[in-house]
């Protein structure tokens, strides 16, 4: 891993991310650089007026424009205080201001860097918004990169939890994160846990055997918990995840039936939007 690109915002997920971002480039010695960005199409919107609602279309253009005027003074901020906060750490990394088709740019601002860490409620618009954002969606969904997503709260110092149901995403997520370096630059015992759920235990274990013995062939030493259990997936994996204390997940696309569905189905949402730890994903 040579290069890693962080959203910044001043929301707490953001904030979280950029520290995701800054141990990831000291554990890699990779560059790292901020884009943050202000969505001009917000502030231009026009909004439909309801019959006899000028008063209210007025007032709804002045909280706007005060909210545009806010935004804009604290996206004018943010990149100085991203770099300061780095040189702090002992960091030096640009931060770059993007304001027109913020969604576009950022895809082509991804193509050259190796990974991608944002906060998940990182979207770049006047108001917050709960939960995953619409613009983390589109990064990992188009963005050709791998992406860490993270929450509002800090990352354990626990090994990194690999939910693994021997599916093509979880294949290439698991394979991606190795390549990446994210277990460590020497690998070593307790590095990963691997997860398996299954209705079949014998399944689970042969499952969960694969993916050991694909970290073994890179010299990373994993503990293997193949599981039967029923339930919600997501309960599951955010219940072993504090036990253990992990620092990071490493997914494919999960869902409740048999543990497999496309990209945001159920279980994959539940994480996003709930999970106490970042959430590495390839599509």
Known sequence: M?????????????????????????????????????????????????????????????????????????????????????????LEAPCSVIETDVRGNLLREIETCDL???????????????????LVEHLIARGGRPVVVSGPTAAGTGPILVAYDGSAPAAKALQMATLLGLFGSS???????????????????????????????????????PCVASGDPADFLMRRAAEIGARMLVMGAFGHRGFREILFGSCTRRLFNGAPLPLFIYH
Do not use: C, N, W
């Open 116 to 134: 991608v860490v944002t906060g998940r409620d990182t979207e770049f618009h006047l108001e917050p918004r709960d939960g995953v954002a619409p």
């Open 2 to 90: 040579r290069s890693i690109l962080v959203t910044v915002d001043d929301t707490p997920s953001s904030i979280a991310a950029k520290a995701v971002a800054v141990a990831l480039a000291q554990g890699a010695g990779a560059s790292l650089r901020g884009m943050t960005g202000i969505e001009i199409s917000d502030l231009e919107q026009v909004e439909p007026v309801p019959l006899g609602g000028v008063q209210y279309a007025y007032d709804r253009l002045q909280h706007r424009e005060q909210l545009a005027k806010e935004r804009r003074v604290r996206v004018a901020r943010l990149p100085e205080a991203f770099q300061r906060s780095l040189a702090e750490q002992g």
């Open 187 to 225: 690998g070593g015992d307790g590095a990963a846990h691997v997860l398996s759920i299954h209705r079949d235990r014998s399944e689970a274990s042969a499952i969960a055997l694969r993916a050991g013995t694909f970290l073994k062939s890179h010299g990373i030493e994993a503990k293997l918990e």
